[in-house]
Each structure stands twice: as C-alpha cells, then as structure tokens.
C-alpha cells in the first residue's frame, strides 16, 4: 500500500522560505517520477516541480529560481525547497509520483499523469 505524507508548511512572511518532506512508503521513489501540486481555494490543482528517476528536475515559470525540488532515495523522501514565497503561493500542498515524467514545454507536471497522492500540507504566505 503507497502512503504519502507530506510536512513542513505552515505559515511565514513574504520572501521567506519553506521546506515541505514527503516521507513515502510501499513505494520505492527512485523508480519513479515525483511530483509537487498545489491547489488554492476555488482554483484548479496545478503542478510546481517534478523530478524523474534519473534525478532531471522541472518547472513553470511561476516558481522557477524559486523553488527546488530533490529527494533522498535512501530516505524514501522527497523535498521542496521553497524561497522567496509570495502571497501567491499560498495554498495546499500536495506530493504524487507517477510511473514516468512527461516533460513539456511548461515544465509543470500534470495532475493526469499521477497516480498516488498525499493528503498535502497547507502553506500560507502573509504579506
């Protein structure tokens, strides 16, 4: 049974920093494609981050040279660096890994694309 669980948000001023963990476990990550979401209220899940087995990471516009993604195979974790956080970036979030990533020009991952998620981990970003 894959159980993802993510922690790590909470709530900070406009340009600080976050870091959100997604511990998983029946699953091992390094096979797969990981993913970041997020979902603001009233808005539609969209993807920030993803990173494939071999470790190539990436990301739309909105949060590129802000937030990076890595993960610790020997930890089965999966991370999110977050900097300078903006207003906009407060939301729900959620990790989800996929068999493969697919690479757009967007760079954003695709919720359709993933097929196990966590419950999310809210962040929110006061001005």
């Known amino acids: 049974q894959v159980q993802l669980v993510e922690s790590g948000g909470g709530s900070v001023q406009a340009g600080g920093s976050l870091r959100l963990s997604c511990a998983a476990s029946?699953?091992?990550?390094?096979?797969?494609?990981l993913g970041w979401f997020r979902q603001a209220p009233g808005k539609e899940r969209e993807g920030v981050a993803q990173?494939?087995?071999?470790?190539?990471?990436r990301y739309p516009d909105s949060v590129k040279g802000r937030f990076t993604i890595s993960k610790d195979n020997t930890k089965n974790t999966l991370y999110l660096q977050m900097n300078s956080l903006k207003p906009e970036d407060t939301a729900k979030y959620y990790c989800?890994?996929?068999?493969?990533?697919?690479?757009?020009?967007?760079?954003?991952?695709?919720?359709?694309?993933?097929?196990?998620w966590g419950q999310g981990t809210q962040v929110t970003v006061s001005s």
């Open positions: 989800a890994v996929a068999n493969g990533c697919v690479f757009d020009r967007t760079g954003a991952p695709s919720v359709a694309n993933f097929n196990y």
């Open positions: 990173i494939n087995s071999a470790g190539v990471s």
């Open positions: 029946g699953i091992t990550i390094s096979k797969y494609c």
